[in-house]
């Protein structure tokens, strides 16, 4: 994601690492086995460019917020993280994301805890030159049936299952679904992945991680 920032902005994504370091996953390869349905490609040309971090549809009016989410819980990657609400940074059009890799994010233009449809987006950084390891640095570690749980404001909480992971260009990443409003309600993660383009600064891809109510 952008340097400016420590990095990510879903898809957010996840940060980048200094130049001088060589980037590679845990698996040794660089690549993210991938499970579950894919989604389908965007139908606007709004992810035609190519994104330091997820860019989204033009403008979404706001929607009215019931159930805020608060925190992220993750056992099986050992994830407890607290979430911020944000928006769309207006340099860049792209998702917003917490200063912090320990913090993640929620897009407060889409649906919250309370909404009955449409994709409930969090993005969180995977790692940062300057703090390190991001709050979603293992998110490709996932599998299905894996737990997720998500806290609101007075403890209230959602539950999911991790159904997919799928890695995405992110210059052809399928926005209109990632940022769905209608349609199944599903939970949507998003950081970074792939391979680090140093020249640019950033990861040439987004993992994403759906998952449906428990």
Known sequence: MRRRRPLLAVVAGAALL?????????SGEGDVGE?????ASPSSTAASRPA????????????TAALVPRRLTIPAIGLDAAVR??????????VDVPRSVDTVG?????????????????AGHVDSAEQGEGAFFRLRDLRAGDQITVTAA?????????????????????????FAR?????????????AFERSAGHYQDNVVVTATPA
């Open 52 to 63: 330091t971090s997820p860019p989204v549809p033009a403008a979404p009016p706001p929607m």
């Open 154 to 178: 007075g403890s209230e909480t959602r539950e999911y299952t991790v159904d997919s992971r799928r890695v995405y260009a992110k210059s052809s990443a399928p926005l209109d679904r990632l």
């Open 182 to 194: 209608d349609g199944p309600l599903h939970l949507t993660l998003i950081t970074c992945g792939g």
């Open 18 to 26: 200094a130049a001088a370091l060589v980037v590679a996953w845990r």
């Open 106 to 122: 929620w897009y407060r233009f889409g649906p919250d805890l309370a909404a009955r449809a449409g994709s409930i987006v969090i």
């Open 35 to 39: 499970f579950g349905p894919a989604l």
């Open 85 to 94: 609400a944000t928006g769309i940074d207006k340099a860049t059009g792209q």
